[in-house]
């Protein structure tokens, strides 16, 4: 085996995280066969009757592969995100440049490790895919199609973080690059998903039939990649048809999917190997060189007066997170809107997509925060900063500033585009919602640091940031929600959005107070730092 490849999956049979996710993978797949089953006699659009068991089992095998497709989507990027701007940040790359290993050993066998890892996530489930074959209503091209999918969603999202970690040493840096590369990898495959089912089509269609208009076809990849691996099943239970050509047309997209995914992974391989190797002949890493050529754009008036107003702000700028993320961002919730734009074409109910944007956005904010400082404690330099004449409060609130300045202008954008679609009977929801995610804009940060004090790694800090910082003040705000209308007969949703922003505003302040805590005696180096969750 392949020193480097055995090197990694030696490292992954030592991370808990390797087991657990097999066991929440199956666990989401307990949960949709019993929705599943619960919906057996309560659907009432197939008329009006339960659902036979081979209809059921074609229903749940689609379930299970939107699981799977979803699950891939988000955990394959960050899978690679950190491969090897991990090592450059332990200092462990020029270890193995000792050895005779080439660039292109250290890419290919960690490329191939994590091939691995995410189809053993894979092969864990197959014990309950087995449940909708026994079933019955799978038919073998039903199951190539799910394989040639989730190994495209695979690839592809190996291929965003590829390049994300070819280009950072930051960890924050390496996952949020590697998401916004998926977008833009996930985009420009769903257009050659339409573009190739478009063509087949064309050339199978009977002359007598009409094909679906060219506002559908912004639609139709979503649904030939989510919705098409039970077309033959459902077809054998009599619940509904597909035309021949409609078939060849989706198995000629599903080919031209796969190619586009084998593609770019192999191109996502030679670049981030061809960086690897000239970072390893200048002895200096790509990213650095990049950092220190346009760390000097900022104009010298700025720069002044965020040296005068705190001296951290001024030093945020020469993060490339955040001092592109700021664009980044923006650019990249106004390719999502326009995408949505392009839907509401087809349907106005397509509105409703955007409104995912701000909490995903929200989401991201919350993983950039949980990684706040990290660099700096593993690097020794957050010590050298705590000597100088800077307070702590101005390091926490240097560092809460930069943060929203970097999603701030998204979330703002995405907001008021959301208010321009808006229809009119939802504007309620809509200023709900605005105020959840102020609110959560403000005070996330402030958890997020904490948790960073505590030393604790990133995506352990990411769930404790989500749980303390929006699901704890939102449970408790319920709690007190009903305790009013049971006691004083005035519970609303207002009142509901009233406690949680306080609730969050309270969590915001305390969390704030024992990072500055923290700071103030030194606690935070009492504690080691996690290199992996757990």
Not at 349 to 360: E, I, M, R, S
Not at 371 to 396: H, I, K, W, Y
Request: charged residues 15%; hydrophobic residues 55%; positive net charge.
């Amino acid at each position: 085996m392949p020193p480097v490849l055995e090197r990694e999956l030696r490292s992954a049979a030592r991370y808990w995280g390797t087991y657990w996710i097999r066991v929440l993978a199956g666990a989401g797949m307990i949960l949709g066969l019993v929705l599943l089953l619960a919906a057996r006699t309560s659907m009432g659009f197939f008329s009006g009757a339960g659902l036979s068991a081979s209809a059921m089992g074609a229903l749940l095998f689609g379930a299970c592969h939107i699981v799977l497709a979803v699950t891939f989507m988000w955990l394959c990027p960050m899978m690679t995100a950190d491969c090897l701007s991990k090592e450059r940040r332990e200092g462990t790359m020029g270890l193995l440049f000792l050895t005779p290993l080439n660039a292109w050993d250290v890419v290919v066998g960690k490329g191939m490790a994590h091939v691995l890892r995410a189809f053993g996530l894979w092969f864990s489930t197959v014990p309950f895919l087995a449940v909708p074959f026994l079933m019955g209503g799978v038919q073998p091209a039903d199951f190539l199609r799910a394989v040639t999918i989730e190994l495209s969603v695979v690839l592809v999202g190996l291929a965003a973080g590829f390049l994300a970690t070819a280009r950072t040493t930051r960890w924050a840096s390496a996952m949020l690059c590697a998401l916004a590369y998926s977008i833009v990898l996930w985009i420009a495959m769903l257009g050659v998903c339409a573009w190739v089912a478009r063509s087949a089509m064309l050339a199978a269609v009977p002359s007598n039939t009409g094909m679906p208009p060219d506002s559908a076809w912004f639609v139709i990849p979503i649904g030939i990649v989510f919705a098409s691996v039970a077309v033959d099943g459902l077809s054998g239970t009599g619940l509904g048809t597909m035309p021949t050509w409609v078939i060849k047309g989706i198995d000629a997209s599903l080919v031209a999917v796969l190619c586009f995914a084998v593609v770019a992974f192999g191109i996502s391989v030679l670049l981030s190997g061809k960086l690897l190797d000239r970072s390893r002949r200048s002895d200096r890493s790509s990213s650095s060189d990049r950092g220190s050529r346009t760390s000097w754009r900022i104009g010298r008036r700025s720069a002044r007066r965020w040296l005068d107003e705190n001296p951290i702000r001024w030093l945020q700028q020469w993060s490339p997170l955040l001092r592109r993320g700021r664009l980044a961002w923006l650019a990249v919730v106004l390719v999502l809107w326009a995408g949505v734009g392009l839907l509401m074409n087809v349907d106005r109910h397509f509105n409703y997509v955007g409104w995912w944007f701000a909490p995903l956005l929200l989401l991201l904010m919350a993983l950039a925060a949980a990684g706040s400082f990290r660099q700096e404690v593993e690097e020794g330099t957050m010590e050298l900063l705590l000597v100088t004449t800077l307070r702590p409060q101005a390091l926490v609130m240097g560092r809460a500033r930069a943060l929203w300045a970097t999603f701030g202008p998204a979330l703002l954008v995405s907001t008021l585009i959301q208010l321009a679609t808006v229809q009119t009977g939802d504007v309620e929801g809509w200023w709900m919602e605005a105020q959840l995610v102020f609110i959560a804009w403000l005070t996330l940060p402030m958890v997020g640091m904490r948790c960073a004090m505590r030393r604790l790694h990133p995506m352990v800090g990411w769930i404790l940031v989500l749980a303390w910082g929006v699901a704890a003040p939102m449970a408790v705000a319920g709690v007190l929600t009903a305790w009013m209308g049971a006691m004083f007969n005035s519970a609303s949703p207002e009142m509901w959005i009233i406690f949680s922003i306080v609730g969050q505003g309270v969590a915001s302040l305390w969390w704030g107070r024992m990072t500055v805590w923290d700071l103030e005696t030194r606690n935070f180096m009492k504690r080691p730092l996690q290199l992996k969750p757990g």
